[in-house]
């Protein structure tokens, strides 16, 4: 599944410093989120663009599911796994 090669992304990233760096350049390119799944693919982790995206929608979709009735509006940014995993690996 896509969060496990997230997560497993995300720890290489935090022991191997130029995985780091490569995945972090990703950003400045013309379409960051292909560049990033290019790069990843390259390294040997399965993310593909559009299970990339289902996998933020799902997260949020189940996080509103969770609360009964109680959400029904989306809260911004937890749709976006993408940014997600960026804010996590800079921050760490």
């Known amino acids: 599944m896509i969060e496990q090669e997230l997560d497993r992304l995300l720890k290489d990233a935090k022991q191997n410093p130029r995985l780091k760096s490569d995945l972090i350049k990703t950003k400045n390119s013309d ?3 292909a560049a990033f799944c290019s790069c ?12 990339l995206i289902a996998a933020g929608q799902d997260a949020n979709d189940a996080k509103l599911r969770s609360v009964n009735g109680g959400g029904v509006n989306g809260i911004d940014g937890w749709d976006d796994a993408y940014e997600q995993f960026f804010l996590t690996l800079e921050w760490t």
């Open 31 to 33: 379409d960051p989120v």
């Open 40 to 51: 990843c693919m390259d390294n040997g982790y399965d993310i593909k663009i559009g299970e």
